[in-house]
């Protein structure tokens, strides 16, 4: 069989070829879920600007609500998460593509690898790279024994920031995305965070009677205030780097304004990217992205404490991998709630609150991989290159921490990158790549979450109307420019926590989704159990009807290999 034409009687087997939904322009969008969710969005905007103490109080009392009597449930569900990734990839189900037989992939490895972590946490890795390590050297979590600028303190520190940003956030990217993609392209339904649940109520109830409309609204509003922490994160960033390279030093209280303008200077780049379409606009920026990275990387590693970074690579994997488990199950029932909602509970939510758009978008560039293929692609690369950027950069940190120099203490969180740096050659020319890369990582993650907010808003279409998609980039802004107008850092991590909250079942639905939807896809591995001929197994799944001679028969008892051939 050719690789580039599918086998008819093995395609037959699965749902539909992905079709796109009639129409062009407006009438191609949702009017339900486009109506409510901008509408929510824009309401929460207004009353931002308008009553900013009043929605403050209320926001901050509800976070102490949430944390108090849901923390439990970000934490289980998040380790829950790790451990649905690696039974789907090393399972019976690893070999099915994520694709009818015979389709191949859409991007190569590389470009696919480059996309999905400028995506998922880039701003993140600028903001947090030096500061979260020293934070927690100088301020050791509670759940840890040790001296301040100690040793330990540093082990626990380093073991900690991998926590946050090792296996978990990418676990929970890779069920809401395996998920997606699976429901997408090998079940043929439509692009939407909805689709997945037909497994378990039905087609005509998801789509014909609106019972998936409530999910696609909510994943919209957990997307806008999920990325918009994101960008008002790399505002403060880029401001603080602004300040210092224009005044000579750094400040305690940065205000909001020139983050405000900054963001609405990018705004307008993620517009311009956003109506060049994906292949042009996020594939380029994420690319570019990749170098910038690398080079600064290398730069520090050579310039910084080499030796030291080497040997704490070793200490940090170690540190990290044996506390996985203690760390994963800490809770608040004896202490250390405060701390846990500023860190852990917060990682959690802001990462259930970007699985939407993270989701959306890996799944969206993922066809054709196999589930084995993409959750260890997603879970385990990302990871290495968040580790090897953790260690060279909170290494830095922490070098120059536990020889007196207070990184920690300088001025507001987001100066740590540039304080560190400032004490390297060259302070002025890297300060500049720093805050250029936070930019493009600003636009490309603005750019592929109004793309998937399009898609959201518009019945799943793979390509939204451009004016849509332009429309949510310009909100994803006018967010993150009210949020930190209503509260800075504070605020940003707060409206994450919230929107977040509910998603969290709607994690938990989409795995049980996906199970179902694995039961009975003629390709599965079968354990050994009772003999049963292909036809009986095959009559069992509601989208196909096999013969006994069939290509779907023969397919069920001879799964496909690794690449899907």
Same mark, same amino acid.
């Given at each position: 069989m050719s690789r580039g034409q599918p086998d008819e009687g093995i395609g037959s087997s /699965?749902? +539909?070829? @992905?079709?796109?939904?009639?129409?062009?322009?407006? #009438?191609?969008?949702?009017?339900?879920?486009?109506?409510v969710s901008a509408g929510i969005i824009l309401v929460v905007c207004v009353l931002g600007v308008v009553?900013?103490?009043?929605?403050?109080?209320?926001?901050?009392?509800? /976070?102490?609500?949430?944390?108090? *009597?849901?923390?439990?449930?970000? !934490?289980?569900?998040?380790?829950?998460?790790?451990?649905s990734s690696l039974v789907l990839a090393f399972g019976r189900y690893g070999s099915i593509p994520l694709s009818r037989e015979g389709q191949g992939t859409e991007f190569s490895t590389l470009s696919w690898v480059a996309m999905m972590f400028s995506a998922g946490m880039g701003i993140g890795l600028m903001f947090f790279g030096v500061y979260e390590p020293v934070t927690h050297l100088a301020s050791p979590p509670p759940f840890v024994d040790a001296a301040p600028n100690s040793a330990d303190a540093a082990n626990a520190a380093m073991a900690y920031t991998l926590f946050h940003w090792g296996l978990h956030p990418w676990a929970i990217y890779s069920v809401?995305?395996? #998920?997606?993609?699976?429901?997408? %392209?090998?079940?043929?339904?439509? *692009?939407?965070?909805?689709?997945? =649940?037909? #497994?378990? =109520?039905?087609?005509?109830? !998801?789509?014909?009677?609106?019972?998936?409309?409530? !999910? +696609?609204?909510?994943?919209? !509003?957990c997307t806008k205030f999920g990325s918009a922490t994101s960008l008002g994160l790399g505002a403060l960033q880029i401001a603080a780097g602004v300040s210092l390279l224009t005044t000579g030093k750094f400040s305690d209280d940065p205000g909001t304004t020139l983050p405000i303008i900054i963001i609405c200077v990018l705004t307008v780049g993620v517009v311009f990217s956003a109506a060049s379409g994906l292949a042009k606009g996020i594939k380029w920026l994420s690319n570019t *992205?990749?170098?910038? $990275?690398?080079?600064?990387?290398?730069? @520090?590693?050579?310039?910084?404490?080499?030796?030291? &970074?080497? *040997?704490?690579?070793?200490? $940090? @994997?170690?540190? %990290?991998?044996?506390?996985?488990?203690?760390?994963?199950?800490?809770? #608040?029932? =004896?202490?250390?709630?405060?701390? /846990?909602? $500023?860190?852990?509970?917060?990682?959690?939510?802001?990462? &259930?609150s970007w699985t939407p758009f993270v989701g959306t978008f890996i799944a969206r560039i993922s066809r054709g991989r196999t589930i084995r293929e993409f959750v260890l692609g997603v879970l385990l690369v990302p990871t290495a290159v968040s580790i090897l950027w953790f260690v060279v950069f909170g290494g830095a940190g922490l070098k120059l921490q536990l020889n007196g120099v207070d990184i920690a203490g300088t001025g507001s969180e987001a100066a740590g990158f540039f304080a560190a740096l400032q004490q390297y050659p060259f302070f002025i020319g890297s300060a500049l790549v720093v805050m250029v890369l936070t930019a493009v990582f600003f636009v490309s993650g603005a750019d592929a979450g109004a793309l998937v907010l399009g898609t959201l808003s518009s019945r799943g279409r793979k390509e939204p109307w451009k004016p849509l998609v332009i429309f949510w980039a310009v909100l994803t802004g006018t967010v993150a420019a009210v949020l930190l107008f209503v509260g800075g850092l504070g605020a940003l991590q707060t409206f994450t926590i919230l929107a977040a909250s509910p998603f969290v079942l709607i994690i938990i639905g989409l795995c049980v989704s996906l199970y179902v939807d694995l039961r009975r896809d003629p390709l599965r591995q079968r354990t050994l159990g009772p003999v049963r001929t292909s036809s009986e197994a095959l009559g069992a799944v509601p989208f196909t009807n096999p013969t006994a001679e069939s290509p779907a028969a023969e397919a069920a008892a001879s799964p496909l290999d690794g690449d899907g051939t």
């Open positions: /699965l749902g +539909d070829a @992905v079709s796109e939904p009639g129409g062009t322009g407006w #009438a191609t969008v949702d009017k339900t879920v486009f109506g009553f900013t103490k009043p929605v403050g109080d209320a926001a901050a009392s509800a /976070l102490g609500w949430v944390t108090s *009597n849901a923390g439990w449930l970000f !934490i289980l569900g998040a380790s829950g998460f790790v451990i809401v995305g395996l #998920a997606l993609a699976y429901s997408t %392209y090998r079940m043929g339904r439509g *692009n939407l965070m909805s689709a997945p =649940f037909q #497994a378990l =109520f039905g087609k005509e109830r !998801i789509e014909t009677k609106g019972w998936g409309k409530p !999910i +696609d609204i909510l994943a919209i !509003i *992205n990749m170098v910038l $990275s690398a080079v600064l990387v290398v730069f @520090v590693f050579v310039v910084g404490p080499t030796v030291f &970074i080497l *040997n704490l690579l070793l200490s $940090s @994997v170690g540190a %990290y991998l044996a506390n996985l488990v203690p760390m994963s199950f800490h809770s #608040a029932v =004896f202490g250390g709630g405060s701390w /846990l909602a $500023s860190w852990t509970i917060f990682y959690w939510a802001w990462w &259930i």
